[in-house]
């Protein structure tokens, strides 16, 4: 007979239950033995479960608490990130419940479990481990499963490697982390061309995941996809993949980075194209995973291609997005025209801000007409907006042109490489002295024109950056971009939240509009409406993967005013308030929070 359970205190989970699927919060469902016997498992609350018929013992952290599941209802305490709590009792062979706190590791990791007294002190096994991290996840519509990070020792196994060669595992040290190498080397004319990092020692119990995150340095020269597999039943017969292609080296696109970067494919990318199975992925259990690297033109005879591969998180998506509303360059007609318009949805902004110089004039606030002043931007800010650096603040229009140019007056790349950190530095010392930021504000950067290396994908420049103390920057490439928004770019958009703190990524976060698209200074122009339904669509999007992005905006002009036409950076009061009331539609559902770029930073990220 199916007996009823209420939780209460859980992450918002998925419905319906079935064996290693979490329940919805405060739900109450109907459960079978069985049922109940892989939620206890799932929720790792119960290492001592004593089990007579429907009666089940839970340990809470406060309390033991024995329930008749026929009629009672079981009240869960969840450690909820904080550092005072009294979390879900985690450790085994407890005599009785112990309030305590969580045993973490230099990288924030649970690993154990302490009363603060000594009398009570157990380590987790590396599979437990997973399990917490993805129990006290309290910001995530499911839990994150770690199945690889520097914390384990876990190897995977090399699978369907295509033609002939091998592929070697190589633990290595990258940044102080033990990150693994892959190594393909070929044995005849025609070499690996792709294989498989799978991950086949099934989970303790199937999971239901939202989302397949990874960090890795690509190989190189790049282009040919890499392919995130879920699978379930101990093999592939029943799985789901996507493909996720890095693109070609460029100066300005995120996905061409050839650093320490990261992948993310969301639930509804999965449910595209599932194998065995029909239906929403969060529903089908998932415990075995894999991730396959392709090389764009194969590994020959002599060569030797390596892939790094920092970490592997299953699940940990969002509850709700999250959208920065960022206005570039400092003009006068976002606070004129474009902030009432947000201001009546109940939408915050933020301003990237191109500082003056004294040997530039002309350049930056307060320099012409066309810019706003030091006196408004604090108004913006009182009024509870956000002011972020951006640049250059010399007459160049990039990081990469006149003395910043590659090659200039014989400097090497790490020279210019500094000149151009100095820039950065200057406009985020310039909102710090006028109040118009914080530690969080200038800890980001607008890059000028988009452009964060030489056009090889390279990270020195990031490298720098990092260490000046910036941990989050926006790039100018959009992805999706205006005229490919569809349903099925999920895979562009990525959860800061669970990416590592030097992960590369943070520093070039691509847009997801606006440019305009239309005949200049036409009102109602056709195209433009498409545009703007596309990045609606964009918006929407990126609500429903629970993942991070930002809206690039610039000049605010009359419905028909004095648009450049195709590419042109103006939008119309009208489109923006369509988009302004896209957002507040999506924040009122509950499935979008509209923040300040500033607020996506970690505070833990910053030095």
């Not at 405060?26 to 119960?46: C, K, P, R, S």
């Not at 191109?354 to 006196?375: C, K, M, R, W």
């Not at 000049?555 to 308030?577: C, N, Q, Y």
Request: hydrophobic content about 40%; proline content about 6%.
């Amino acid at each position: 007979m199916a007996k009823k359970l209420q939780l209460t205190g859980f992450p918002r989970f998925s419905s319906p239950l079935t064996y290693g699927v979490p329940v919805v919060l405060n739900q109450i469902i109907n459960v079978t033995d069985a049922d109940a016997a892989g939620l206890l498992a799932l929720t790792a609350m119960n290492p001592t479960t004593s089990v007579v018929g429907p009666i089940w013992t839970l340990y809470t952290g406060v309390e033991a608490v024995t329930y008749d599941l026929t009629e009672g209802t079981v009240p869960a305490t969840i450690y909820d990130g904080s550092v005072s709590v009294s979390p879900v009792q985690l450790f085994k062979g407890a005599k009785k419940p112990v309030a305590g706190t969580l045993l973490r590791n230099s990288k924030g990791h649970p690993y154990g479990y302490s009363d603060g007294k000594g009398t009570v002190d157990s380590i987790l096994t590396p599979a437990e481990a997973m399990v917490v991290k993805g129990i006290i996840s309290p910001d995530s519509s499911s839990p994150s499963y770690v199945i690889m990070s520097p914390d384990t020792t876990l190897l995977p196994t090399i699978t369907n490697l295509v033609n002939s060669g091998a592929v070697t595992i190589t633990p290595v040290d990258i940044n102080g982390e033990r990150w693994l190498r892959f190594t393909a080397t070929a044995t005849a004319t025609a070499g690996v061309t792709s294989f498989d990092i799978a991950f086949n020692t099934p989970l303790p119990y199937p999971v239901a995941v939202d989302s397949f995150t990874a960090e890795f340095i690509p190989p190189t020269p790049l282009g040919a996809p890499m392919v995130p597999h879920l699978g379930t039943a101990g093999a592939y017969t029943v799985y789901t993949a996507v493909n996720w292609s890095p693109g070609n080296a460029s100066q300005s696109d995120p996905i061409s980075c050839i650093g320490h970067t990261a992948l993310t494919a969301h639930r509804t990318r999965f449910a595209l194209a599932p194998v065995g199975y029909s239906g929403e992925t969060l529903q089908q259990p998932v415990d075995i995973c894999k991730l396959r690297v392709n090389f764009s033109s194969g590994v020959t005879a002599g060569q030797a291609l390596t892939f790094y591969l920092r970490s592997i998180v299953l699940g940990g998506a969002a509850k709700k997005g999250r959208l920065a509303i960022v206005a570039d360059d400092g003009y006068a007609s976002w606070l004129q025209r474009g902030v009432p318009i947000l201001e009546r949805r109940g939408l915050k902004s933020t301003m990237g801000i191109i500082a003056p110089h004294p040997n530039f004039p002309g350049v930056g606030i307060d320099a012409q007409s066309l810019y706003t002043t030091t006196e408004a931007l604090k108004r913006y800010v009182a009024a509870g907006n956000f002011c972020v650096p951006h640049g250059p603040s010399t007459v160049n229009t990039n990081l990469y042109t006149g003395a910043l140019a590659v090659g200039y007056n014989g400097l090497s790349v790490s020279a210019l490489n500094d000149l151009r950190v100095a820039d950065a530095v200057y406009a985020r010392n310039w909102l710090l002295e006028r109040g118009l930021t914080g530690k969080r504000g200038a800890a980001c950067y607008i890059w000028p024109q988009g452009l964060w290396n030489s056009g090889d994908g390279g990270v020195d420049l990031l490298d720098k950056m990092y260490a000046a103390g910036f941990r989050l920057g926006r790039s100018a490439t959009g992805h999706p971009n205006n005229g490919a928004i569809t349903t099925n770019n999920y895979e562009r958009y990525t959860h800061l939240r669970l990416l590592s703190q030097q992960n590369r990524w943070r520093l070039i976060v691509p847009y997801l509009g606006h440019l305009y698209a239309g005949l200049a200074a036409t009102p109602d122009d056709a195209t433009e409406t498409a545009n703007i339904a596309k990045v609606v669509l964009a918006i929407q999007n990126l609500a429903a993967s629970g993942a991070d992005g930002i809206l690039m905006l610039h000049k605010v002009v009359s419905k028909g005013g004095a648009t450049g036409g195709s590419g042109s950076i103006e939008i119309e009061t009208d489109r923006l308030d369509t988009l302004a009331a896209a957002c507040q539609s999506l924040v009122n559902g509950g499935t979008l929070d509209v923040v300040g770029l500033p607020e996506m930073v970690d505070y833990r990220h910053l030095s």
